[in-house]
């Protein structure tokens, strides 16, 4: 199965917003609610965001939100801090999980 | 605390063989499904692997297929991975995470295939 699509790199001022998206197809993304995201840092493990297409673990800030509209998800950033300097995975469900291609947030 | 922490890694030729461990703590590994999943350096998240509740499903990616077994013992709240045929495109740092969600993650362990 093919990664989901992401943009390589999105960049932001801080307060700013700024959206990654998540492309996929009928079979993945536009038919499952099961779309979660990932935050890494550098050198460190993923960590959970957003499960179940829009819950947050408890403790991940709510300037994290998400929307879908057809064969896309994405992901909102809001309030834009120095710390959301990251790389970003979506995560689908459809015969098998697939990840999207990773996109690295730059807060400048 | 809740925990996963990743061991088995290391280097090894093409061909090869390798057995990762994933011990849990803080929780009971028997209530959750478990995946691996793998980051070639410099690269994306990859899933390789998920293993049901009580052992009794599991499923693959493709790209791992035939070679890799995804296992586990629940009395001593261990995940594992065996890994067969090694090739150089398996070199990555390998992760174990916790539920369909994924919610927690080891801190991974890094296979290096090479000659």
């Known amino acids: 199965q093919s990664a989901l699509t992401q943009p390589a790199s999105v960049s932001g001022s801080p307060g700013q917003s700024i959206t990654i998206s998540c492309t996929g197809t009928?079979?993945?993304?536009?038919?499952?609610?099961?779309v979660s995201w990932y935050q890494q840092h550098p050198d460190k493990a993923p960590k959970l965001l957003i499960y179940e297409g829009s819950k947050r673990p408890s403790g991940v800030s709510n300037r994290f939100s998400v929307s879908k509209s057809g064969n896309t998800a994405s992901l909102t950033i809001s309030g834009l801090q120095a710390e959301d300097e990251a790389d970003y995975y979506c995560c689908s469900f459809a015969t098998s999980l697939v990840f999207g291609t990773g996109t690295k947030v730059t807060v400048l | 605390e809740v925990q996963l922490v990743e061991s088995g890694g290391g280097l090894v030729q093409p061909g090869g063989s390798l057995r990762l461990s994933c011990a849990a703590s803080g929780f009971t590994l028997s209530s959750y499904w478990m995946h691996w999943v793998r980051q070639a350096p410099g690269k994306g998240l990859v899933w390789v692997s998920r293993?049901?509740?009580?052992?009794?499903?599991?499923s693959y990616a493709d790209s791992v297929k035939g070679r890799f077994t995804i296992s586990r013992d629940n009395a001593k709240n261990t995940l594992f991975l065996q890994m067969n045929s090694l090739r150089a495109e398996d070199t990555a740092v390998y992760y174990c995470?916790?539920?369909?969600?994924?919610?927690?993650w080891g801190q991974g362990t890094t296979v290096t295939v090479s000659s």
């Open positions: 293993i049901n509740s009580d052992g009794s499903s599991t």
């Open positions: 995470a916790r539920g369909h969600i994924m919610d927690v």
């Open positions: 009928s079979s993945d993304v536009g038919s499952s609610i099961l």
